[in-house]
């Protein structure tokens, strides 16, 4: 599978994908591994409240080999360039609803999502919704959105949920792409909706490597000593290797500052 020319344009002018049924017959293991990962986590959950694993494919060699997966590889490959970096993954047990954000990457490094929603969602039960073209920062539109999004009941007299964004309903086995840039949440979702979360950039620039470890600095709240997880490490072959290099060569800052966090947390950080 690869995206043809039109759903490269669409990506590029609205931000968003939605691939019906792309891993459909992989959805069972997908579904049986994410459960396995968060059992095997030992991680105890506060009711009423969201959790997140991070790294999270990485912990399971079936869901590190997401990543080699022609229907997944192709996505980062064809919308980033076929050197893109992998930058973890986070598994969730979402509760209620995500407030409108927007996650821009350090450094305005091109970067997306590859998010497999593991339950039916509709509008109204926690499927994403998107502005479309809103990771267009340059756009007077955008920014008109980033500064009054989270006033809006004051600037524009209606609640989030209602504001006019448009929903991606999925059901398991779709894949939703979308850019870190764009305004995006969920509204209506119940407890303990799955979601796991691929992310990817394009490789640095040398001149923007002080902001990709920044980057993996900012990991340090998840008290990981090494960016990636074991068993994506121990499973690379040397074409997914090409997506960790950077990265591993860009991580030795990051122990000490998982040391310096686990004095300042009480436990690691749920997104
Ligand atoms: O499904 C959701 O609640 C939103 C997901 C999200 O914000 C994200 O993955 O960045």
């Not at 109204?124 to 999004?149: E, T």
């Not at 009941?153 to 448009?166: H, Y």
């Not at 796991?196 to 470890?213: G, H, K, W």
């Not at 997880?229 to 800052?253: S, Y």
Request: aromatic share 10%; glycine share 8%; proline share 6%.
């Amino acid at each position: 599978m690869t995206l043809d020319a039109t759903q490269v344009e669409f990506f590029e002018t609205f931000g968003f994908l939605h691939l019906p049924g792309l891993m459909a017959d992989e959805i069972d293991r997908i579904t049986a591994a994410f459960e396995s990962v968060w059992e095997n986590s030992g991680r105890q959950r506060t009711p009423g409240e969201r959790a997140c694993l991070v790294p999270f494919v990485d912990r399971d060699a079936y869901l590190s080999a997401l990543l080699d997966d022609p229907r997944i590889n192709t996505i980062p490959s064809q919308l980033l360039g076929s050197d893109f970096n992998y930058c973890s993954s986070d598994g969730n047990l979402y509760t209620g609803d995500t407030a409108y954000h927007s996650n821009p990457f350090s450094g305005g490094l091109s970067a997306l999502k590859v998010a497999f929603y593991l339950d039916p969602v509709d509008a109204d039960s926690g499927c994403l919704r998107v502005f479309p073209g809103s990771h267009r920062f340059d756009d007077s539109y955008s920014k008109l959105l980033s500064s009054n999004i989270s006033s809006s009941v004051e600037t524009w007299g209606v609640g989030q949920s209602d504001l006019p964004a448009i929903s991606i309903p999925s059901r398991p086995g779709d894949v939703v792409v979308f850019t870190h840039g764009i305004k995006h949440g969920s509204f209506g979702g119940g407890e303990g909706r799955r979601l796991f979360v691929m992310n990817f950039t394009e490789r640095c620039p040398q001149e923007l490597l002080p902001a990709l470890r920044d980057h993996v600095g900012a990991m340090a709240r998840f008290w990981n000593d090494n960016y990636y997880g074991d068993a994506m490490l121990a499973t690379a072959n040397a074409e997914r290797m090409v997506h960790l290099q950077q990265i591993l060569d860009n991580q030795d800052h990051l122990p000490a500052l998982v040391a310096q966090r686990r004095t300042e947390m009480d436990g690691p950080a749920q997104g």
